[in-house]
């Protein structure tokens, strides 16, 4: 199949386009590289001897994306491109509603002109909100999300349901991913955010190098077993995996819409996660316990029922794979920056 991937040069769009060309698809990417570099194509090209058909714009350009149409024909879209920072999505909310949402009309509008039926989005747990109850299932209430990035899922996929009613043509998989961690076996694709990570891995990864001193551990006064915060973090490589079998599902079963977490079912805490990591690679994680950061929730992790149910999803990658593959990323990019 022919597959465009917008946001293809990125952490998740690149793990993705190395599991598509590994399953003998066809693809297309379209990456704006505002939070991905050039150098991930020869990378992709290194790992799979395939260098994929590559365009630089935004996606939000509906001219050049309509050339792209005319001349690809892609048979399918997985949509990744879009700002995903949190924090900055706060302070620069009509920027994230903007670019995300405009991306997404934009590719709308071009599957309705160009008869290309199936689209995989890309969506987050964040559009649960505070969750009242876990581990969280597709059916738990979707709320408000704690930040306008958050609300940019929750609106595009109130658009994708609303237009699928009127397009029963359209095949839509809505995949809300908990917390994608871990990197690429071969250490050239992993999650390399420019300045101070906001994330934890990428953060402990920094600390591992001696790029970063120490970890700010954000609150240990939470109702969990140790008091920090309980996330269900997903290696990126299982997480491209769930995305392979929702394409499969679009195209074999037209199942019209389809929203379907991806995650692991099982909740790692912050300090877990620094044991498991200390113990994946030998090295000492320093570590501070600072108040709580504004926004983050005690716990959260999925229901995997139907993921497994509907798509035989089950996840092949282990927590102290993730740190592993991790570090082993982080050491390979220091060696690169030399
Ligand atoms: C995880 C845990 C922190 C950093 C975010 C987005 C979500 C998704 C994934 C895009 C929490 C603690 C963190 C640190 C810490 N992104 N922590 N010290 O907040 O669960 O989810 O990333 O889709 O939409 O909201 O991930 O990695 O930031 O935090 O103690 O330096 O680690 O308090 O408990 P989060 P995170």
Redesign the pocket.
């Known amino acids: 199949m022919k597959v465009l991937v917008t946001g293809g040069l990125g952490f998740i769009g690149s793990h993705m386009c190395v599991s598509l060309i590994e399953n003998h698809d066809e693809i297309v990417i379209i990456d704006n590289l505002y939070n991905s570099k050039i150098d991930v194509l020869n990378r992709i090209e290194a790992i799979t001897k395939v260098r994929p058909t590559f365009y630089q714009f935004d996606v939000q350009d509906v001219n050049r994306l309509e050339e792209v149409f005319k001349k690809e024909k892609p048979e399918a879209i997985i949509h990744f491109a879009g700002y995903?920072a949190?924090g900055e999505s706060v302070a620069k909310p009509l920027m994230y509603y903007e670019n995300n949402l405009d991306s997404t009309f934009a590719l709308l509008k071009m599957m309705e002109k160009h008869g290309c039926n199936n689209l995989v989005f890309s969506s987050?747990?964040?559009v649960y909100g505070v969750p009242k109850e876990v581990p969280l299932t597709e059916d738990s209430p979707v709320q408000s999300a704690t930040?306008p990035?958050?609300e940019t899922k929750l609106m595009i996929e109130r658009i994708l349901t609303d237009v699928q009613k009127v397009h029963p043509e359209f095949n839509i998989a809505i995949l809300r991913?908990f917390?994608?961690v871990g990197a690429h076996k071969s250490g050239l694709l992993g999650e390399d955010p420019n300045g101070i990570?906001?994330?934890?891995?990428p953060?402990i990864n920094k600390v591992a190098v001696g790029e970063l001193d120490h970890?700010?551990?954000?609150?240990d006064d939470y109702s969990t077993e140790d008091g920090?915060?309980?996330?269900d973090y997903i290696h990126v490589v299982d997480l491209v995996k769930g995305h392979l079998l929702a394409l499969k599902k679009l195209s074999e079963e037209k199942p019209g819409l389809f929203i379907c977490n991806l995650g692991t079912g099982k909740g790692t805490s912050?300090l877990e996660m620094v044991k498991a990591y200390e113990k994946a690679t030998g090295i000492k994680i320093p570590y501070e316990i600072k108040p709580?950061?504004p926004g983050?929730v005690a716990e959260?992790y999925a229901s995997t029922e139907k993921a497994k149910k509907e798509m035989g999803f089950t996840c092949d990658y282990t927590i102290l794979d993730a740190c592993k593959d991790g570090y082993h990323f982080q050491v390979e990019e220091e060696k690169r920056r030399k």
């Open positions: 995903k949190v987050s747990a964040t930040s990035y958050g991913y917390n994608p990570p906001n994330n934890l891995m953060y970890l700010n551990v954000f609150g920090t915060g309980v996330r912050v709580r950061r983050d959260n």
